[in-house]
């Protein structure tokens, strides 16, 4: 967050990437979402800022942006569903993304809550709020049962597999830091049925997949991120382990 800010008061912007590719490099990901962070405090066109960050991970700025706005904005981006008037096209989906993610934490990891606030949203933007509460239940702090992390699942229904790809994001995460976590390894295997290192595997076949048919950003076509994300859905689609429903775990 600081380094964005002093990229935006003061150019040339060179500090952050300069982290990103040095000391920062385990965390990567998260810079780039604490960077989201600053977003919409500081006089800068997203679009502009997005466009000097890493092709592949630079939408991660989105969705600490949304996650922002959603924690902090709550009546506006919650309640109203209002979305940033500077952002458009595959930037909003990502902003979404962070949106849900703040929802674990704005309503304590309250189950119920967390539903019923989803379900509000437009059925078109409910898929990217799920998989930003995907990666929150298996990245922060382990608060949830695995009763509750399948409720979640359930409760998804249709965009189950974006559940799923958050979660995959997640475990990429803490692979990254060096710093898995129990409760990661949880989320992971309700939802996916094996544990934080097997679905990381997973992810990064995707983004293999996703590299053999180019990182560049082509008009008319996903960016790069959002094709990954694809390949982790399918490979959760196509997995030989079913994900544990509500009522099975509870059993």
Do not use: K
Not at 156 to 161: F, L, M
Not at 166 to 194: I, M, N
């Amino acid at each position: 967050m600081g380094l964005m800010l002093l990229d935006s008061l003061f150019p040339p912007a060179r500090r952050l990437p300069a982290f990103v590719h040095g000391p920062g490099a385990p965390y990567r990901c998260l810079v780039y979402i604490g960077a989201g962070l600053v977003l919409p405090r500081v006089p800068l066109n997203p679009g502009r800022f997005l466009a000097r960050q890493d092709p592949f991970l630079r939408w991660l700025v989105l969705d600490g942006y949304g996650f922002y706005e959603g924690f902090f904005s709550w009546r506006d981006t919650v309640e109203r569903h209002a979305l940033p008037r500077r952002i458009g096209g595959y930037a909003a989906r990502a902003f979404d993304q962070g949106v849900g993610r703040s929802l674990w934490f704005s309503t304590g990891a309250n189950v119920e809550r967390i539903i019923d606030t989803i379900r509000a949203f437009p059925d078109r933007r409910q898929g990217d709020l799920w998989s930003g509460i995907g990666l929150a239940c298996a990245y922060a702090a382990g608060v949830m049962d695995r009763a509750a992390v399948a409720t979640l699942l359930d409760a998804a229904g249709s965009h189950r597999a974006d559940v799923a790809t958050g979660t995959a994001v997640a475990s990429v995460f803490r692979e990254q830091s060096g710093q898995p976590a129990p409760h990661t390894d949880l989320a992971c295997r309700v939802v996916w049925g094996r544990g934080e290192a097997a679905v990381a595997a997973v992810a990064h076949e995707a983004g293999r997949a996703t590299s053999r048919a180019g990182l560049a950003d082509r008009p008319g076509t996903p960016p790069a991120y959002e094709r990954w994300r694809r390949e982790i859905r399918a490979a959760w689609s196509s997995a030989p382990v079913a994900a544990a429903t509500a009522e099975e775990v509870r059993a």
